[in-house]
């Protein structure tokens, strides 16, 4: 059964002040992990795929990257509007439907 | 930028009721999936489609669900006779050939 873990469950952080957050996963053959960030009462919005160990990605003050175990996910500098919740999800490769499965998520409050 | 749209935005209804949710994916996708996700819940799958047919399904998509594609447009979700523990919010996702999925704004579903 694939499995994801995110950590820390919540994380507070001062503008400016960088930090990562963990995504470990168990899966059998991974297809694809992916990044989504989540704002209250909306649906996940993408952000990253990353595909193979050793791939990183980035978009803004975002950084991606994956391991044979986990990801991470950086903050560079952090604003307010970086606040949301960061969920990972991966997809197996024996998998016909394509489904995703999600971890719990991350809550990232960047105070001012 | 297209997007994936969801209506109604929040579905009241009674314990034992029919309701439908209603999806529009993004027009040149050709996989859809419903998710939904309790309150301070990780998103969980429910069902992905493809070709007219489902493709893969998880053991939360008992015989009270169905999904339709009733025209080149929409994409639905049926649950026939509605429980209280149906109560959650459903994201309708669609893709193309590529693996991001992009999901709609979802609809709360409260079952009363």
């Known amino acids: 059964e694939d499995q994801v873990t995110q950590s820390p469950e919540a994380l507070r952080l001062q503008e400016g002040e960088s930090s990562s957050l963990n995504c470990s996963y168990t899966v059998s053959g991974l297809r694809g992990l992916f990044w989504y960030r989540q704002d209250p009462g909306k649906g996940p919005e993408f952000l990253f795929t990353?595909?193979?160990a050793g791939e990183e990605k980035e978009k803004e003050r975002l950084k991606a990257t994956l391991t044979k175990k986990e990801s991470f996910l950086h903050i560079t500098a952090p604003k307010p509007e970086d606040s949301a919740t960061y969920l990972c999800?991966?997809?197996?490769?024996?998998?016909?439907?394509?489904?995703?499965?999600f971890g719990g998520g991350t809550r990232l409050m960047v105070k001012p | 930028e297209p997007e994936v749209t969801q209506t109604p935005s929040h579905q009241v209804t009674q314990m034992g009721q029919e309701v439908i949710l209603r999806c529009v994916p993004i027009s040149n996708h050709l996989y859809f999936y419903w998710y939904r996700q309790i309150l301070g819940q990780k998103v969980e799958f429910l069902v992905s489609f493809y070709n007219n047919e489902i493709s893969e399904k998880s053991e939360i998509f008992d015989d009270q669900f169905s999904v339709e594609r009733p025209d080149g447009s929409n994409f639905t979700l049926k649950i026939r006779s509605t429980k209280l523990e149906d109560s959650a919010m459903y994201f309708c996702a669609s893709n193309d050939v590529y693996y991001e999925q992009y999901f709609g704004p979802g609809t709360r579903l409260t079952v009363t």
């Open positions: 990353l595909y193979s």
């Open positions: 999800a991966v997809q197996a490769g024996n998998n016909a439907g394509n489904m995703l499965t």
